[in-house]
Protein backbone atom coordinates (compact mmCIF):
# COMPACT_ATOMS: atom_id res chain seq x y z
CA UNK A 1 0.00 0.00 0.00
CA UNK A 2 1.48 3.01 -1.11
CA UNK A 3 1.88 5.73 2.56
CA UNK A 4 1.06 9.58 2.22
CA UNK A 5 1.44 12.63 4.34
CA UNK A 6 -1.73 15.26 4.72
CA UNK A 7 -0.06 18.22 6.77
CA UNK A 8 -2.62 20.91 7.92
CA UNK A 9 -2.30 22.98 11.11
CA UNK A 10 -5.95 22.72 12.57
CA UNK A 11 -6.26 18.93 14.20
CA UNK A 12 -9.83 18.84 13.51
CA UNK A 13 -9.21 18.64 9.76
CA UNK A 14 -7.15 15.23 10.17
CA UNK A 15 -10.97 13.35 8.86
CA UNK A 16 -9.64 14.71 4.93
CA UNK A 17 -6.86 12.24 5.37
CA UNK A 18 -9.67 9.35 5.44
CA UNK A 19 -10.93 10.87 2.60
CA UNK A 20 -7.84 10.41 0.48
CA UNK A 21 -7.28 7.24 0.96
CA UNK A 22 -8.11 4.23 -0.71
CA UNK A 23 -7.94 0.62 1.15
CA UNK A 24 -6.61 -2.37 -0.43
CA UNK A 25 -2.88 -3.75 -1.36
CA UNK A 26 -2.51 -1.28 -4.17
CA UNK A 27 -4.24 1.60 -2.11
CA UNK A 28 -3.27 4.81 -0.69
CA UNK A 29 -3.46 5.65 3.26
CA UNK A 30 -2.58 8.94 4.17
CA UNK A 31 -1.74 9.80 7.74
CA UNK A 32 -2.22 13.45 9.16
CA UNK A 33 0.39 15.22 10.63
CA UNK A 34 0.97 19.23 11.58
CA UNK A 35 3.46 21.45 10.33
CA UNK A 36 6.82 22.46 11.99
CA UNK A 37 9.57 24.74 11.22
CA UNK A 38 10.02 24.94 7.51
CA UNK A 39 13.23 23.90 7.07
CA UNK A 40 13.19 20.81 9.22
CA UNK A 41 9.71 19.91 8.33
CA UNK A 42 11.12 19.15 4.68
CA UNK A 43 14.03 17.25 5.92
CA UNK A 44 11.64 14.86 7.70
CA UNK A 45 9.37 14.68 4.71
CA UNK A 46 11.92 13.79 2.33
CA UNK A 47 13.32 11.17 4.94
CA UNK A 48 10.47 9.67 5.04
CA UNK A 49 10.17 9.08 1.51
CA UNK A 50 6.40 9.57 1.05
CA UNK A 51 4.50 8.72 -2.20
CA UNK A 52 2.25 11.81 -1.58
CA UNK A 53 2.36 14.66 0.20
CA UNK A 54 -0.79 16.59 0.71
CA UNK A 55 -0.57 20.75 1.75
CA UNK A 56 -3.49 22.72 3.16
CA UNK A 57 -2.73 26.32 2.03
CA UNK A 58 -2.51 28.49 5.42
CA UNK A 59 0.38 26.11 7.50
CA UNK A 60 -0.57 27.95 10.38
CA UNK A 61 -3.09 27.89 13.47
CA UNK A 62 -3.84 31.85 13.73
CA UNK A 63 -5.40 30.88 17.30
CA UNK A 64 -1.34 30.07 18.64
CA UNK A 65 0.57 32.60 20.16
CA UNK A 66 3.71 32.18 17.64
CA UNK A 67 1.94 31.02 14.65
CA UNK A 68 4.15 29.68 11.67
CA UNK A 69 5.30 32.23 9.14
CA UNK A 70 4.95 30.49 6.16
CA UNK A 71 1.99 29.01 3.78
CA UNK A 72 2.41 25.78 1.63
CA UNK A 73 4.27 27.31 -1.09
CA UNK A 74 7.98 28.24 0.49
CA UNK A 75 7.28 24.08 1.87
CA UNK A 76 6.53 22.76 -1.65
CA UNK A 77 9.58 24.50 -2.96
CA UNK A 78 11.69 23.32 -0.56
CA UNK A 79 10.38 19.83 -1.36
CA UNK A 80 10.86 20.31 -5.11
CA UNK A 81 14.56 21.34 -4.84
CA UNK A 82 15.11 18.26 -2.98
CA UNK A 83 13.96 16.22 -5.78
CA UNK A 84 16.13 17.15 -8.35
CA UNK A 85 19.34 16.15 -6.50
CA UNK A 86 17.24 12.25 -6.42
CA UNK A 87 14.78 11.55 -8.88
CA UNK A 88 13.79 8.29 -7.38
CA UNK A 89 12.49 9.77 -4.61
CA UNK A 90 9.79 12.29 -6.21
CA UNK A 91 6.45 12.39 -5.51
CA UNK A 92 3.06 14.05 -6.35
CA UNK A 93 2.58 17.27 -4.32
CA UNK A 94 -1.30 18.56 -4.00
CA UNK A 95 -2.59 21.30 -2.16
CA UNK A 96 -5.80 20.76 -0.19
CA UNK A 97 -7.74 23.47 1.35
CA UNK A 98 -10.66 25.12 1.46
CA UNK A 99 -12.36 26.98 -2.16
CA UNK A 100 -11.10 30.51 -0.79
CA UNK A 101 -7.64 29.67 -0.35
CA UNK A 102 -7.36 27.82 -3.34
CA UNK A 103 -8.68 30.87 -5.16
CA UNK A 104 -5.88 32.84 -3.71
CA UNK A 105 -3.51 30.29 -4.42
CA UNK A 106 -4.50 30.70 -8.02
CA UNK A 107 -3.94 34.54 -7.96
CA UNK A 108 -0.11 33.68 -7.37
CA UNK A 109 0.89 33.06 -10.46
CA UNK A 110 4.30 31.69 -9.96
CA UNK A 111 3.12 28.93 -7.46
CA UNK A 112 1.28 26.96 -9.98
CA UNK A 113 4.29 24.97 -10.85
CA UNK A 114 4.71 23.50 -7.15
CA UNK A 115 1.53 21.08 -6.91
CA UNK A 116 0.59 18.53 -9.30
CA UNK A 117 -3.40 19.44 -8.60
CA UNK A 118 -5.51 21.62 -6.20
CA UNK A 119 -8.50 19.86 -4.34
CA UNK A 120 -10.87 21.74 -2.77
CA UNK A 121 -12.33 20.34 1.04
CA UNK A 122 -15.63 20.85 -0.20
CA UNK A 123 -15.16 18.58 -2.96
CA UNK A 124 -13.69 15.82 -1.10
CA UNK A 125 -15.86 16.11 1.94
CA UNK A 126 -18.95 15.54 -1.03
CA UNK A 127 -17.11 12.76 -2.19
CA UNK A 128 -16.46 11.80 -6.03
CA UNK A 129 -13.78 10.66 -8.22
CA UNK A 130 -10.98 12.78 -6.13
CA UNK A 131 -9.46 9.63 -3.88
CA UNK A 132 -9.32 7.55 -7.44
CA UNK A 133 -7.33 10.87 -9.09
CA UNK A 134 -4.88 10.77 -6.74
CA UNK A 135 -4.13 7.63 -6.46
CA UNK A 136 -3.48 7.99 -10.05
CA UNK A 137 -0.76 10.49 -9.15
CA UNK A 138 0.51 8.24 -6.64
CA UNK A 139 0.86 5.54 -9.59
CA UNK A 140 1.81 8.09 -12.28
CA UNK A 141 4.43 8.83 -10.62
CA UNK A 142 6.42 5.71 -9.98
CA UNK A 143 5.87 5.01 -13.70
CA UNK A 144 7.22 8.10 -14.80
CA UNK A 145 10.32 7.08 -12.17
CA UNK A 146 10.59 3.01 -13.04
CA UNK A 147 11.31 4.45 -16.75
CA UNK A 148 12.83 7.51 -16.39
CA UNK A 149 16.22 6.30 -17.48
CA UNK A 150 14.72 4.19 -20.94
CA UNK A 151 15.13 5.62 -24.23
CA UNK A 152 12.32 7.97 -25.95
CA UNK A 153 10.75 7.61 -22.23
CA UNK A 154 7.86 9.93 -23.41
CA UNK A 155 6.36 6.58 -25.62
CA UNK A 156 6.84 4.85 -22.47
CA UNK A 157 4.59 7.22 -20.64
CA UNK A 158 1.68 7.30 -22.84
CA UNK A 159 1.70 3.48 -23.40
CA UNK A 160 2.47 3.63 -27.15
CA UNK A 161 3.04 1.03 -29.58
CA UNK A 162 5.31 1.56 -32.31
CA UNK A 163 2.97 2.69 -34.70
CA UNK A 164 1.31 4.82 -32.63
CA UNK A 165 4.51 6.63 -31.40
CA UNK A 166 5.24 7.22 -34.98
CA UNK A 167 1.85 9.07 -35.32
CA UNK A 168 2.11 10.98 -31.67
CA UNK A 169 5.63 11.70 -31.88
CA UNK A 170 5.23 15.19 -32.17
CA UNK A 171 9.03 17.03 -31.69
CA UNK A 172 7.11 19.15 -29.10
CA UNK A 173 6.08 15.73 -27.02
CA UNK A 174 9.40 14.20 -27.10
CA UNK A 175 10.60 17.31 -25.68
CA UNK A 176 9.73 15.88 -22.21
CA UNK A 177 12.82 13.49 -22.34
CA UNK A 178 15.24 16.54 -21.71
CA UNK A 179 13.56 17.32 -18.27
CA UNK A 180 15.66 16.73 -14.76
CA UNK A 181 12.54 15.42 -12.39
CA UNK A 182 9.49 13.65 -12.82
CA UNK A 183 7.63 16.01 -11.20
CA UNK A 184 8.34 18.63 -13.86
CA UNK A 185 7.30 15.76 -16.56
CA UNK A 186 4.10 15.36 -14.71
CA UNK A 187 3.65 18.80 -14.50
CA UNK A 188 3.28 19.17 -18.19
CA UNK A 189 1.56 16.29 -19.18
CA UNK A 190 -1.41 17.07 -16.50
CA UNK A 191 -1.77 20.42 -17.89
CA UNK A 192 -1.10 20.07 -21.50
CA UNK A 193 -2.12 16.69 -22.46
CA UNK A 194 -4.43 15.56 -19.76
CA UNK A 195 -6.40 18.64 -18.50
CA UNK A 196 -6.30 20.34 -22.82
CA UNK A 197 -7.74 19.28 -25.94
CA UNK A 198 -5.55 18.46 -28.38
CA UNK A 199 -3.71 14.86 -28.47
CA UNK A 200 -6.27 13.65 -25.99
CA UNK A 201 -10.64 14.32 -25.87
CA UNK A 202 -11.97 14.58 -22.78
CA UNK A 203 -15.91 13.23 -22.22
CA UNK A 204 -17.34 16.18 -23.79
CA UNK A 205 -15.28 16.74 -26.70
CA UNK A 206 -15.49 12.78 -28.05
CA UNK A 207 -19.45 13.18 -28.08
CA UNK A 208 -19.46 16.72 -30.01
CA UNK A 209 -17.10 15.69 -32.22
CA UNK A 210 -19.63 12.58 -32.82
CA UNK A 211 -22.45 15.27 -32.74
CA UNK A 212 -24.09 13.42 -29.55
CA UNK A 213 -26.11 15.03 -26.86
CA UNK A 214 -24.66 13.77 -23.72
CA UNK A 215 -28.06 14.06 -21.12
CA UNK A 216 -29.76 11.49 -23.75
CA UNK A 217 -30.13 7.56 -23.60
CA UNK A 218 -27.08 5.04 -24.82
CA UNK A 219 -24.47 7.50 -24.32
CA UNK A 220 -23.08 5.00 -21.90
CA UNK A 221 -23.30 2.28 -24.91
CA UNK A 222 -21.39 4.43 -27.46
CA UNK A 223 -18.28 4.52 -25.01
CA UNK A 224 -18.24 0.95 -24.09
CA UNK A 225 -18.06 0.74 -28.09
CA UNK A 226 -14.96 3.17 -28.24
CA UNK A 227 -13.65 1.36 -25.62
CA UNK A 228 -13.66 -2.19 -26.87
CA UNK A 229 -12.37 -0.17 -30.21
CA UNK A 230 -9.26 0.19 -28.03
CA UNK A 231 -9.64 4.34 -28.61
CA UNK A 232 -9.46 4.81 -24.81
CA UNK A 233 -6.16 6.14 -23.29
CA UNK A 234 -4.04 3.94 -21.34
CA UNK A 235 -1.08 5.75 -20.37
CA UNK A 236 -0.29 7.64 -17.44
CA UNK A 237 -2.67 9.14 -15.46
CA UNK A 238 -5.40 7.34 -17.32
CA UNK A 239 -7.09 5.58 -14.30
CA UNK A 240 -7.74 8.93 -12.73
CA UNK A 241 -8.49 11.03 -16.02
CA UNK A 242 -10.69 9.37 -18.48
CA UNK A 243 -9.56 10.17 -22.39
CA UNK A 244 -9.30 9.11 -25.93
CA UNK A 245 -7.06 9.65 -28.16
CA UNK A 246 -7.87 12.20 -30.99
CA UNK A 247 -5.98 10.43 -33.66
CA UNK A 248 -7.66 7.05 -33.18
CA UNK A 249 -11.06 8.72 -33.10
CA UNK A 250 -10.42 10.45 -36.34
CA UNK A 251 -8.90 6.91 -37.87
CA UNK A 252 -12.25 5.04 -36.39
CA UNK A 253 -14.65 7.81 -38.47
CA UNK A 254 -13.24 7.22 -41.38
CA UNK A 255 -14.91 4.13 -41.42
CA UNK A 256 -17.71 4.71 -40.21
CA UNK A 257 -19.99 6.65 -43.07
CA UNK A 258 -20.07 7.03 -46.62
CA UNK A 259 -18.98 10.72 -45.48
CA UNK A 260 -16.24 11.82 -42.85
CA UNK A 261 -18.15 12.63 -39.71
CA UNK A 262 -16.83 15.91 -39.59
CA UNK A 263 -18.39 17.08 -42.92
CA UNK A 264 -21.63 15.63 -41.38
CA UNK A 265 -24.31 17.80 -39.41
CA UNK A 266 -25.01 16.53 -35.72
CA UNK A 267 -28.28 14.72 -36.81
CA UNK A 268 -26.70 12.79 -39.71
CA UNK A 269 -23.61 11.71 -37.77
CA UNK A 270 -25.92 10.19 -35.13
CA UNK A 271 -28.29 8.74 -37.45
CA UNK A 272 -25.29 6.68 -38.58
CA UNK A 273 -24.43 5.82 -35.58
CA UNK A 274 -27.59 4.29 -34.45
CA UNK A 275 -27.82 2.45 -37.54
CA UNK A 276 -23.99 1.42 -37.61
CA UNK A 277 -24.36 -0.08 -33.72
CA UNK A 278 -28.12 -0.52 -33.31
CA UNK A 279 -28.28 2.30 -30.41
CA UNK A 280 -30.94 5.23 -30.03
CA UNK A 281 -28.62 8.18 -29.84
CA UNK A 282 -30.06 11.65 -30.11
CA UNK A 283 -28.31 14.59 -31.93
CA UNK A 284 -26.92 17.78 -30.02
CA UNK A 285 -28.91 20.72 -30.27
CA UNK A 286 -27.13 23.78 -31.03
CA UNK A 287 -27.14 26.01 -28.45
CA UNK A 288 -26.93 29.24 -30.66
CA UNK A 289 -28.89 27.90 -33.73
CA UNK A 290 -31.35 25.87 -31.94
CA UNK A 291 -31.11 22.91 -33.97
CA UNK A 292 -29.49 19.89 -34.69
CA UNK A 293 -28.51 20.36 -38.66
CA UNK A 294 -24.98 21.90 -36.55
CA UNK A 295 -21.64 21.00 -37.76
CA UNK A 296 -19.87 21.12 -33.94
CA UNK A 297 -16.47 20.75 -33.57
CA UNK A 298 -15.69 20.76 -29.84
CA UNK A 299 -17.22 21.32 -26.57
CA UNK A 300 -17.28 25.04 -25.06
CA UNK A 301 -15.12 25.46 -22.87
CA UNK A 302 -17.32 27.46 -20.51
CA UNK A 303 -20.74 25.43 -20.70
CA UNK A 304 -19.17 22.00 -22.04
CA UNK A 305 -21.99 21.96 -25.12
CA UNK A 306 -20.85 20.68 -28.69
CA UNK A 307 -19.80 23.57 -29.92
CA UNK A 308 -19.59 24.84 -33.47
CA UNK A 309 -16.11 26.45 -34.42
CA UNK A 310 -17.77 29.65 -36.77
CA UNK A 311 -20.22 30.61 -33.86
CA UNK A 312 -17.15 30.37 -30.79
CA UNK A 313 -14.33 32.91 -29.90
CA UNK A 314 -11.23 32.11 -28.52
CA UNK A 315 -10.52 32.33 -24.65
CA UNK A 316 -7.90 34.26 -23.23
CA UNK A 317 -4.82 32.06 -22.45
CA UNK A 318 -2.26 34.19 -19.69
CA UNK A 319 0.40 31.73 -20.89
CA UNK A 320 1.63 30.71 -24.25
CA UNK A 321 0.73 27.00 -25.33
CA UNK A 322 4.22 25.75 -25.28
CA UNK A 323 3.06 22.27 -27.27
CA UNK A 324 1.65 22.62 -30.95
CA UNK A 325 -0.78 20.25 -29.83
CA UNK A 326 -2.60 21.81 -26.69
CA UNK A 327 -5.64 23.54 -28.44
CA UNK A 328 -6.99 26.85 -27.13
CA UNK A 329 -9.86 27.31 -25.36
CA UNK A 330 -12.83 28.50 -26.92
CA UNK A 331 -16.17 30.00 -25.17
CA UNK A 332 -19.53 29.52 -27.31
CA UNK A 333 -21.23 32.35 -28.58
CA UNK A 334 -24.12 31.49 -26.33
CA UNK A 335 -22.03 31.86 -23.43
CA UNK A 336 -20.99 35.00 -24.83
CA UNK A 337 -24.39 36.19 -24.78
CA UNK A 338 -25.15 35.29 -21.33
CA UNK A 339 -21.85 36.18 -19.70
CA UNK A 340 -21.95 32.91 -18.23
CA UNK A 341 -18.02 32.15 -19.20
CA UNK A 342 -17.24 34.67 -16.37
CA UNK A 343 -18.81 32.35 -13.53
CA UNK A 344 -16.88 28.93 -15.40
CA UNK A 345 -13.56 31.70 -14.77
CA UNK A 346 -12.95 32.34 -18.31
CA UNK A 347 -11.73 34.96 -19.99
CA UNK A 348 -12.60 36.56 -23.49
CA UNK A 349 -9.38 37.03 -25.63
CA UNK A 350 -9.37 41.09 -26.98
CA UNK A 351 -8.56 39.72 -30.53
CA UNK A 352 -12.20 38.90 -30.71
CA UNK A 353 -13.51 42.30 -29.47
CA UNK A 354 -15.16 43.03 -32.24
CA UNK A 355 -17.31 40.05 -32.52
CA UNK A 356 -18.11 39.87 -28.60
CA UNK A 357 -19.47 43.57 -29.16
CA UNK A 358 -21.51 42.72 -31.84
CA UNK A 359 -22.98 39.77 -29.80
CA UNK A 360 -23.32 41.35 -26.49
CA UNK A 361 -25.10 44.32 -28.03
CA UNK A 362 -27.65 42.18 -30.06
CA UNK A 363 -26.26 42.86 -33.57
CA UNK A 364 -25.62 38.87 -33.98
CA UNK A 365 -28.54 37.35 -32.95
CA UNK A 366 -29.03 33.50 -33.24
Given at each position: ?Y ?17 M ?88 V ?35 I ?10 I ?13 Y ?17 D ?64 E ?34 W ?53 K ?16 I ?7
Amino acid sequence: MYQGIFIDAIEANKRFADLMSIKGPHGLRVTFQKPSELVTLAQEISATQPDLVALDYRLNDPRKKRPLGYKAGPLAQQLRDQALETVSQDFPIILVSHQDDIKAFFENVTAHNLFDRCFSKEELGNGGSQSLQILSLVKGYKHLIKNWNKPERWSIFFGLTDQERVRVGYQAIRELDKFKAPHQVARDILRYVIDRQGLLLDKDNVLAELGVAKEKRDVDALLEILKQEKLMYTGIFSEGWTRWWSHSLDDWEKNLCDEHLGNMTAKERVSCLNKKFGLKLSPAKSRWQGHTEAFFSFACDSCHQPTEEQYSVAAYDPLPLPYTFARAHYICWKCVETGEFKDNGLELDEGETFIVKKIQNGEIRK
